[in-house]
């Protein structure tokens, strides 16, 4: 049967309006996805949706992404992200934003349009794996690393000159700093890092031909030849060259390096020989009596002051003679050591000498600390600390204020803290044994016009030598 005219219309019109659907459905498929040559970080997601082509950035860098660690002598390691459990996560909206712009720019592609596009992405990573791995690095933990160092001087050897040894050039990194800068490659998401551009590595300082290495072996060679004199009184202590050399270790930051152990060692033995301070001695009184004392007074070197001085003498490789420091010094290292001139305290018989010069040229009798109280004046060997007019001498400071007592005293001439001998105006009577239950809280009393003679006569640091 023949079609009417009308009928072919009907029909030529629905075939259009076919071609016209599938043509709109292909040209929205095209829409959603990337044109050619689109790529983001170099790779490829042409011809994918944006979901499609996140998650193919997401499988690549998961599977595929490893950093190359180049180290020195063309040894090359790396640690694969599978490894490390790394990821990437794109920034939201960033494909999307591609797409659109290609969509509305009339989706050019082709040789002379740049479809390239670069993102800093969010990459991840299990710290505790990545830590893992770099601490298993043949360069930080392997068999095979030489240590790099400085040239130094040889260690003591008796009978044989000190030599410089050479530098060693290693293969050593610094731990901290390597693991810190493969943890920021990877955290960038960095396909290589060089070990060595990035001063991982230790560097030789000191070369064998370094002025100052070389001075400084001269320098030990000159202590083979030193000695050092400790002159002390009339005693000598010498330390020789064969001692002093054993404590040279080497150098180190240009510094002849001495051992302090054996140089304190050393110094101790001095201390052990010659101090005096809180030994007991003999000591002849003015009346004619031996008696035993013991106190702070007396010869006592400084350990550590002189050990580091010691340190430094033999650094010159130069001999000498020298005293030792001193924590506290007496008079004299002969003899007596509070020398001729001196105050004595008789705490028995309660009375008080000035010796000057070996005679005694000053005497009075006394009031010490009160026995029935505990406030005994403490027997001793002490130096005057200072002397000092018109002092108020004061107690402790009671609750309310006040002092348990406050005593002005024209002559203040103390030799143990805050004991001293001063005037007593307020006694009538001294010696005895006033001091039995009348006594002072701890001070010497002396006769007020008595007292301004010896004032007169002290002075800082004369021994004060304090018995029974």
């Avoid at 095209?30 to 082509?53: W, Y």
């Avoid at 599977?63 to 390691?77: M, S, V």
């Avoid at 990545?130 to 001087?153: F, H, M, P, Y």
Wanted: proline share 3%.
């Amino acid at each position: 049967m023949k079609r009417t005219w009308g009928q072919k219309l009907v029909s030529l019109l629905m075939t259009a309006l076919c071609c016209l659907a599938m043509t709109g459905t292909a040209l929205a498929d095209e829409a959603a996805t990337f044109v050619p040559g689109t790529s983001v970080n170099g790779l490829s997601i042409s011809g994918l949706t944006v979901e499609d082509a996140a998650g193919r950035i997401a499988s690549f860098y998961a599977g595929e992404y490893k950093l190359t660690i180049k180290e020195r002598g063309g040894k090359e390691e790396t640690i694969k992200g599978t490894d490390v459990g790394f990821t990437v996560g794109i920034p939201d909206g960033f494909l999307q934003e591609i797409l659109n712009q290609q969509n509305a720019a009339g989706r050019a592609s082709g040789p002379n349009v740049d479809n390239r596009h670069r993102v800093e992405m969010a990459n991840s990573f299990q710290a505790d794996a990545l830590e893992a791995k770099i601490q298993a690095l043949n360069c930080i933990s392997g068999s095979g690393i030489v240590t790099t160092a400085d040239a130094r001087v040889s260690a003591y050897q008796e009978g044989q000159p000190f030599t410089i040894i050479p530098e060693v050039n290693g293969n050593n990194v610094y731990p901290d700093k390597t693991a810190e800068v493969i943890r920021a490659a990877v955290t960038s998401g960095a396909t290589e890092v060089n070990l060595e551009d990035a001063g991982c590595y230790y560097a030789v300082q000191v070369t064998s031909e370094d002025a100052g290495l070389k001075a400084l072996c001269d320098t030990m060679n000159r202590c083979r030849e030193m000695t050092i004199t400790y002159v002390i009184g009339e005693q000598q202590e010498i330390l020789g060259a064969a001692e002093i050399c054993s404590w040279l270790t080497g150098t180190q930051d240009g510094q002849i390096q001495v051992s302090a152990e054996a140089a304190t060692a050393y110094v101790q033995g001095l201390a052990g020989k010659y101090n005096t301070s809180g030994t007991e001695r003999a000591f002849h009184t003015a009346s004619g009596r031996d008696v035993i004392v013991s106190g702070a007074y007396g010869w006592k070197i400084d350990v550590a002051g002189e050990t580091a001085a010691l340190i430094e003498v033999i650094r010159t490789g130069q001999s000498q003679s020298r005293e030792p420091l001193y924590a506290s010094a007496a008079v004299s290292h002969s003899g007596p050591e509070w020398g001729s001139t001196y105050v004595e305290v008789d705490l028995t018989n309660q009375h008080v000498y000035m010796t000057q010069n070996g005679a005694v040229v000053w005497d009075a009798s006394c009031v010490t600390g009160n026995a029935s109280k505990n406030y005994d004046t403490p027997a001793g060997v002490y130096a005057l600390a200072y002397k000092q007019r018109d002092k108020v001498l004061r107690g402790e400071k009671q609750a309310d204020g006040t002092y348990e007592y406050e005593s002005p005293v024209s002559y203040w001439m103390p030799f143990n803290g805050g004991i001293g001998l001063h005037d007593a105006d307020w006694r009538n009577n001294f010696g005895g044994t006033i001091y039995k239950n009348s006594g002072s809280h701890g001070c010497v009393n002396l006769p007020p016009a008595k007292a301004k003679i010896l004032y007169d006569l002290v002075y800082k640091g004369i021994p004060v030598i304090c018995y029974h």
